[in-house]
Each structure stands twice: as structure tokens, then as C-alpha cells.
């Protein structure tokens, strides 16, 4: 049995990008996971208030629900627990490219798992929103902005100016609210 240390981290969907220290799922064995289990199969292999941090990286658009695998990372995850994601963001063309591609978000996709939005009553869950990041495509790499703009700036880049100069990723990080 591995031992991943006092604080149990998750890496789901973790593929080819194992991190060391972490608790790496995916649903290939091929892949050597620790944990081998679909994404779509419910309850997720973990205890209630299990796992203290959680790391996403291009995963949640393959999964065939956008609710119901949040809500399970929320019921495996500690009271403050930490949430890094990192989705394809509409309107990029690389949120509708990959054919494996079942959901797509927006800026505020994950708004709406907030105590304060006003359309928050889809689930019971609450995260409190950390840090949102526009990340651009730029010469066949990721990377995030040079430039840390704040959230203001992001919406309005976003809202208004993403037809023509459309970020390529959004990366949220989030903390479990219990």
C-alpha cells in the first residue's frame, strides 16, 4: 500500500500527469493510477470528508454530468478543503474540438455553487471562490497571463472581448464550504 502522507490530495483524472505525494485516479489502467474508477460511476471510491485537496486538469468536460461530479468531490472533501480546475472555456474553439468533450463552461460556470448567487438552489453544495485565472493559448503552450489581472478586468475581457481574443482555459481554484 503507498502511503501518501497526513493530508490526503487527489489528483483525478490524472493520466500521464502522476504527481508525486497525491492520490492519482483515473478510469485507464494503463495509465498506473492508484486508484482505477470511472468518473461517472457514483459514490467515488472515498470516505465523506475524506481528502483535503483536490486537483482537476482537463477532466470535468469529459464526464457525461456537470453537477453530480461536483457534487461528489464536495462530499469526499474536508470542510475548507482545496479545489484547483482547470476546464476549456467557451467561446474557444477548443471547448467544442475534442469529440470527447460532453460539457462546456463559462467564466461564471461555477458561480452558481456560491452561498450569494441568486441561482445557487441547482444543488446544496457551496464553494467559496478563491481565485479565477483567464489562461491563452500562445505558441502551442499553455500559460497563464503575464500579467495578473483582477477579477473585474477578467469578466469584462471575457464578456466583451473573448469573440475576438478567446482565452483558451479557465482555472479556478475553490474551497469546500461545509
Known sequence: ???????????IGCGNKKMKGWINLDSFPGCYPDV???LNSYPYPFYDHEIDEVYADN???????????L???????????KITIIVPIVPSIFAFQDPTHKQFYAYSSFDYFTKDHSLNYYSNI?????SKKLIFYRFMKIVEP?????????KFFYVFLSQFIPPF????????EK
Open 1 to 11: 500500500m503507498k502511503k501518501f502522507g497526513k493530508m490526503k490530495k487527489l489528483n
Open 36 to 38: 482505477v474508477h470511472d
Open 59 to 69: 477532466i470535468l468536460e469529459h464526464l457525461d454530468d456537470k453537477i453530480k461530479p
Open 71 to 81: 457534487e461528489e468531490i464536495w462530499r469526499i472533501c474536508k470542510d475548507k478543503a
Open 126 to 130: 457551496r464553494f467559496k471562490i478563491i
Open 146 to 154: 503575464i500579467v495578473n489581472i483582477n477579477e473585474r478586468v477578467q
Open 169 to 176: 482555459m479557465l482555472k479556478i481554484v475553490l474551497e469546500v
